[in-house]
C-alpha cells in the first residue's frame, strides 16, 4: 500500500491537512467547514483503518485476532464525529442537559477510541518482534497511537520497514 512507502513527514500532513483547511475555513461557512471537518475525521480514522488492519493480516495464525470489533469501531468513531459535525448548533450556546443517551454513546466513543488503539499497539508490536525491528516501549508506542499526528513521526519508520516486504501472512484469507 502506498501509505507504508511514504515518509513520516509526507504522512503527517496528509493526516493535518484536512485539520488545517478546516480551520481556515471556520465556522463562519457552515457547509464547507463541515465537508471539510467530516474530510479530515475520514482521513484520522481511516489512517487507523488501514495502519491497524493491515499489521493485523501479517501476523501468524496464533498472534490474529478478529478485526471485526476494531473495523466496526473505526466506523463508528468517524460516523459519531460525522454526524456531531452535521447537527453542530452553529456556536449558538444551548442552556439545556445533554440527554442520557448521547452520554451514553459518548462513552461508547472513549472505549471505541482506545480499543482501537490497543488494537493497533497489539498488532504493531507483535509485528515489530516478528520482522526483529528494535523494539520501542509499549508507552510510546500507546502515546503515538493516541496522538497520532506526533505519533507518525516515531512510528512511520517503522511501518515502512515492517512493510517493506509485501509478505502477507498466507492464511488471511482463510480467516475472513
Known amino acids: 500500500m502506498i501509505l507504508f512507502k511514504r515518509d513520516a513527514w509526507q504522512v503527517f500532513l496528509m493526516l493535518l491537512l484536512p485539520l488545517i483547511i478546516a480551520s481556515l475555513i471556520g465556522d463562519a461557512f457552515y457547509i464547507p467547514f463541515t465537508i471539510a471537518s467530516i474530510i479530515a475525521y475520514f482521513v484520522i480514522f481511516g489512517w487507523y483503518f488501514v495502519v491497524g488492519s493491515n499489521l493485523n493480516d501479517r501476523l501468524s495464525d496464533e498472534d490474529y485476532r478478529s478485526d471485526i470489533l476494531f ?5 463508528y468513531l468517524f460516523g459519531f464525529l460525522s454526524i456531531s459535525a452535521v447537527l453542530k448548533d452553529n456556536g ?85
Open 71 to 75: 473495523k466496526l469501531n473505526c466506523f
Open 92 to 176: 449558538e450556546v444551548v442552556e439545556t442537559e445533554m440527554p442520557p443517551y448521547l452520554i451514553v454513546l459518548f462513552a461508547y466513543y472513549v472505549f471505541a477510541f482506545l480499543q482501537v488503539v490497543h488494537f493497533s499497539v497489539r498488532s504493531f508490536i507483535l509485528n515489530q518482534e516478528r520482522e526483529g525491528l528494535e523494539k520501542k516501549k509499549v508507552e510510546i508506542v500507546y502515546l503515538s497511537f493516541l496522538i497520532v499526528f506526533i505519533g507518525v513521526w516515531v512510528l512511520q519508520p517503522d511501518l515502512k520497514k515492517i512493510f517493506a516486504n509485501n509478505q502477507v501472512n498466507s492464511h488471511v484469507s482463510d480467516r475472513q
